[in-house]
Structure formats: C-alpha cells, structure tokens
C-alpha cells in the first residue's frame, strides 16, 4: 500500500515541478531574490491550506455518496451489498460500485451551484489546455537548444507521442511519472551542485527591491498550483480510512514542500549566475547563427525565453570546459516538461472522462454496463483526442512572450479556479454528513483570509493585463 503514497509524493511533485523552473528567475530582474521569497513563500502556505480544503472536499463527496445510497437501500439490504460481492453472471450493486470515483468535475456538481460549476468545467479545461500548449513550446524549445534542431520540427513528435500515452496507457502513467520524476531530482541535484561549484559568486552586482515584490505574486501562486488537478485521482486509489487519509494528505503537502524548496533553489542559482541586467555575450546560436549581444534575466524575460536559455550561455561561454553541466541541465528541463505534459495530460483526460461519466445514464443489466463501459472509454478518447489536436494546432502557430502568457492568462484562470474550490470548502462544511478526517472550525475562517488573498491576486492580474492598453501613448 505504501507504493499508492510514494506515487502520490511523486505525481504531486511532477504536476508542481516545472512551472516554477521555467518562468521564476526571470522575475528577479527587478526585485532581487529576497523579495521573491516572501512573495513564493505567502503563495505556497496558501497551496498547502488549499490541500487541506480539497481533501476534505473529497471525504464530504464520498460521504454524501454513501448516504444517498443509504436512503435509497434499507440498512439491511445495505448491509448484505456490503457483505456480498458478485455472484458469477448477476450484477449485484455493491458499495464500491456505488460510489463514483472523485473527478473535478463531479466535485463541482455536488458542491457548487448550477452555473458555477459550468464556469468551473470551462476554467479548469480551459487552464489545462493553456499548460499544455505551454510546456508543448518549451519542451520542444529545450530539445531544440539541445539538438540543435528548430523547435517547430520537434512539436509534432512531442505532443502526439505523449497524447497517445496519456490516452492509451493512463493505468501505467502514475509508476511512469513516478520513475521519471526520481531521475530528474538525481539530475537536478547534480547540475546544481556542479554548477554552484565552478561559478559561485558570480553575481557581483544584486539587488533586491521590496517594491517590484508583486512581479512574483502571479507565477509563484501558478507555479505551485498544479497539485489541484492531481489529487482527485490520486485520491482514488486509497480506502475511506482515517489513517490512509492522513497519509495521502501528508504525501500531497510533503511533495508541494520539496517542490518549493527546490524552486527556491532553482531561483538562487539562476540569479547567482546569470546577472540582472544586459551583460554583453558575443557568440553565435547554433541553430540561428545570430550574434547575443546581451545575457541578462531581463532580456531573456523580454524575449518570452526559459530560466535555462540565458543559464546555458553563461556556462557556455565563461566556462566552456563545464559544457557538460549544460547538457545535464537541458537533459534535466527535458525530462522536467515531459513529465509535467505527461500529469497535466492525465488530468485533463481524466476531468473528459468525469464529465463524460455523468452524461450517460445507468444501468441495471450486466451486458448493458459493458456497453457502456466500452462507450465511456471510446467516448472520452475521442475527445481527448480532439482537445490534444487543438493543443498541437496552437502550438504549432508559435505563439510568442512564453512568460507573458503564463504569468497573466494561466495565473488568472488558476486563481479564478482556487476561488471556486475555496467556495466548494465553504459549501461542503453545511453538508451534514460526518467524515473521518474533518478540518477544525477554524479552517473556515482560513478560506476567508485564501479568498482575499486570491481576490487580489485577480485584482492585481487584471491591472497589469489592462493598464498598458490605458497609457496616454497606446489611446
């Protein structure tokens, strides 16, 4: 059993891992490391209140479930599906059979109102859809930066690859994941301790100021997010028990912990690194042939690129010898996008696979559940399919400002959809049904002080989207 919490540690780490590696340095070009700190600190405490409400989300849904079932079956009869299990060719229901596996979906059903959770269903695939387009452009950037290839060749083979394994291989995926994010923690830590060692101190000239601290407000609540669309269906493969509970709980916190310490890590070496402003670079790109005249956090923040783009052209122009820090780097970001295309694929699989779920209507016969088990799977393949060429038709578009995109449109949809959840929490504590791991009453006043702290966020992201198209110059 413990392999379920292992899995869960690990798919929780590759959903957060990856955001934060891609698009967080660069913003310390202006406010400095420091600042950064407190702004990716406040959002990963609110992540981790975020966690405690979901799960209690999820034992209210299972519970309600079973009373439902409960008043539709008399305590004896009930207590003889419990007992029983399938005589050979009669469908007996049983209690598991009963109670529907949690999706974001069926969540939004039972504990938002009738418009919400269409607006929930739009955001959330919505959202999913976004990163995946996101990490289509940077996974085949970085293998581009690495092979030497246009990136515009390698987006096919990496978006269909993937969707089909996502698709057609969903039960394998979790120990696929698992396996592949232990090796990019091995990589990760090896390229940053060499690469600490032969240019340490390099960052001669930092600052930090308090007053850009909100430049890292948006990515940092973005970047540690993404445990979200995982844990329903992680959830899925533990018991209703106290003590499975409060492990999978303590699986999830403890894998969004180790992501934000390596984020931080991650943005400490970068910055100590590559310098703030334009440091003068003359080389030649080997897949453009054009000469970099400046490697700076913010020009490569200007220039929509990756934190690892303006990382690999210090090393390899400074320090030439340690190119092969480079590669393990590019290696690392590899593997870090793919796993991370790989969860959020899965999740957004599995949110069509909810929705796809409750539109057909039950059935009572054994051959007929069959059918339509098999119109279930068929149905939902089909659109996931749909929804992964449509991800593959964008990104082959080649949409510029990577950064841009990811911190004001994905953030907004993230923090439009951690609202909603917390307005779920908030409906779920007026069900009256008893779970075995309920929050103290407290909590709810917690979901207050996440609502606020959202409200702003969205307040925040909306001004920095509109204020440039309000300038005297662009009337």
Known sequence: MNIVYL???????????????????????????????????????????????????????????????????????????????????????????????????FLAEMFLGYGFKYVFDTLIITDLSSFLILYALAGSESFGELLGIKYLYIIPVFIWCLAFIII????????????????KGVLFSLAVIVTLFVTSGRQENASNNFNYIQDSLLLSILSAGGSVFVMPFLFAKIENDSSQIKKYRLAVVMG???????????????????????????????????????????RAKENGEISTVPLIRVIRHEHPYFLWVATVVGIFIIISITVSFMTYGTALHHIICGIVESKFPSCSSLESQRSKNIAKIFTSSFISFIFFAIIFVIAMLNPKAFLEVM?????????????????????????????????????????????????????????????????????
């Open 407 to 475: 911190e004001k449109f994905c953030s907004l949809i993230t923090c439009f959809l951690h609202i909603l959840i917390c307005l779920m929490f908030l409906s779920s504590r007026y069900k009256n049904v008893e779970i075995l791991l309920p929050l103290p009453k407290i909590w709810a006043s917690s979901a207050y002080l996440v609502l606020l702290y959202l409200s702003y966020s969205v307040c925040y992201d909306i001004y920095i989207s509109v204020m440039p198209y309000l300038q005297p110059n662009n009337i």
């Open 7 to 105: 899995e869960t540690y690990f798919v929780t780490v590759s959903s957060i891992l990856g955001i934060g590696f891609l698009g967080l340095p660069l913003l310390l070009d202006k406010s400095g490391l420091y600042p950064f700190l407190v702004a990716f600190l406040t959002a990963s405490v609110v992540h981790i209140l975020i966690v405690f409400f979901i799960v209690e989300i999820l034992q209210k849904s299972h519970a309600l479930q079973v009373k439902h079932l409960k008043e539709k079956l008399n305590d004896d009869i009930y207590e003889t599906l419990e007992d029983h299990s399938n005589n050979e060719g009669q469908a007996i229901l049983s209690k598991q059979d009963a109670v529907r596996s949690p999706d974001l979906h």
């Open 256 to 298: 969004l912990v180790t992501c934000s310490i390596l984020n931080i890590i991650w943005c400490w070496v970068v910055f100590d690194i590559v310098p703030q402003h334009c440091s003068p670079i003359i080389e030649r790109n080997k897949s453009s042939h054009e000469p970099i005249v400046c490697n700076s956090l913010e």
């Open 168 to 183: 057609f291989a969903v039960s394998y995926i979790g120990n696929l994941i698992s396996v592949l994010t232990l090796l």
